[in-house]
């Protein structure tokens, strides 16, 4: 009877681990999102003629979305048949314990039972030759009541627990058939871009000297605005460089009242030589901004909420034309009409610039300059301290293809740098 008793307070529930869905369950919702968001730029460019460059890319984007969808519901659907064979093992485990728990009780019903024939409580407590043993039959008594009461609540909760398993198994069973179904949609969609990504490139085939010549027309535009782009960032360094300097001369002077005017002048001319002009020389304060903005690599959010990439940044054939080299500094997004341009991170805005009838705002965040190209409705002026997220302006219409788009470029000091590794992944 003791070693019984003993066993069942030994004896602990067994439960199934359940897994975490919820990351799954978020990269599932930005999808669908990115998936509605650039099926609604096809609707629109499909109106428009002069768009059908862009309506290739923002196409290229949209296989690429579902097919990332679908790996994402095979995922799903993997976790769901795992969750489902944890939940029969599980279920397995709690029948075979339910069973084992049935028996012991059954027999520990039974001992009880063969003592009360033998003795009654009162008289095996009462029979005590001493009050040490009579407190000691009391216990035993009061553990065998426990044992027996915890071991029936033990045996309803097991059986509570096995229900609540086969109804977890027939939800899950529900969820796999929704996913197998809403993943047939996905790649009859996936078959159908990608129909129609053939045929818009036949017709592209057809046009190909037309646009080439737009391209090229638009690659030199490009390169004016860069060049404009790139001295108005060296002019910003040359500003932040004589500003630091006429501080440090002043701090210089003030420190050398001794009248070595020499050596003063001697000091400044060593220093200015040894520092580069392309360099931007940062205060203290600036230096935390930089190491916030470098800690931020690969985080930083893009500078519209939503849209698609329809040019990348690099050298590289252009994907529908490859007679044409594109050249880069930034990455091109096409988005709809009155999308707000928001500063990828705290800075202070060093130019609001009109280059060949496109608005440029520019914004430094230490020796790093993010560029916004084709802005309208400027909501900055040059000095202002703007914060993350902070909206600049709205992404204007590009009136080549009636289409909105915002070119957007990363610059550290006087070089620029790939942005696609800086900003988060979408």
């Keep these: 009877m003791w070693v019984i008793i003993l066993g069942l307070c030994a004896y602990s529930p067994v439960y199934g681990q359940k897994k975490s869905s919820s990351q799954l369950k978020q990269e599932k919702q930005k999808l669908e999102k990115e998936i509605a968001n650039t099926q609604s730029l096809l609707k629109k460019t499909e109106k428009n003629q002069q768009a059908s460059l862009q ?24 976790q769901i048949e795992v969750q489902q064979e944890d939940n029969q093992q599980t279920i397995n485990t709690l029948q075979k314990k339910l069973e084992y728990m049935k028996t012991d009780y059954a027999q520990m019903v039974y001992m009880a039972y063969r003592h009360r024939r033998l003795m009654d409580k009162i008289t095996f407590i009462l029979a005590a030759d001493n009050f040490r043993q009579m407190f000691h039959r009391l216990r035993y008594y009061a553990m065998i009541s426990k044992s027996m009461h915890d071991q029936v609540a033990q045996i309803n909760s097991t059986r509570d627990e096995l229900q609540q398993k086969n109804e977890e198994i027939i939800q ?28 818009n490139a036949e017709a592209l085939k057809k046009k190909s000297q037309q646009l080439s010549a737009e391209l090229k027309k638009k690659q030199q535009e490009r390169k004016k605005i860069d060049a404009a782009i790139q001295a108005a960032i060296k002019a910003e360094i040359a500003a932040a460089n004589a500003k630091s300097s006429k501080g440090s001369a002043a701090k210089t002077g003030s420190a050398s009242s001794s009248g070595k005017s020499s050596t ?163």
């Design 55 to 78: 309506q290739a890319a923002v196409l290229r984007q949209q296989i690429n979305n579902r097919e990332k969808y679908i790996t994402t519901l095979n995922n799903e659907i993997l």
């Design 172 to 199: 899950l069973k529900g969820q796999k058939l929704n996913v197998l179904s809403g993943k047939e949609r996905e790649i009859k969609q996936l078959e159908k871009d990608r129909h129609q990504k053939t045929k």
């Design 264 to 426: 003063t002048t001697a000091s400044a001319s060593s220093g200015t030589s040894a520092r580069s002009s392309a360099t931007i020389t940062l205060t203290p304060e600036e230096k935390s901004l930089n190491n916030s903005f470098i800690n931020n690599k690969g985080s930083l959010p893009w500078p519209v909420a939503k849209g698609a990439k329809v040019g990348d940044y690099g050298n590289y054939p252009h994907p529908d034309v490859p007679s044409v080299t594109v050249e880069s500094h930034g990455i091109d997004i096409m988005t709809e009409a009155g999308t707000p341009v928001r500063a990828i991170f705290q800075g202070e805005v060093t130019a609001v610039l009109d280059i060949m009838g496109s608005k440029v705002v520019m914004i430094r965040h230490g020796e790093y300059i993010s560029v916004y190209q084709n802005v309208t409705g400027v909501k900055v002026k040059k000095g202002d301290k703007v914060t993350t997220k902070q909206t600049i302006g709205t992404v204007a219409k590009n009136s080549a293809t009636n289409t909105y788009e915002l070119h957007f470029e990363l610059w550290k000091n006087d070089a620029h740098v790939n942005p696609n590794s800086w900003l988060a992944r979408r």
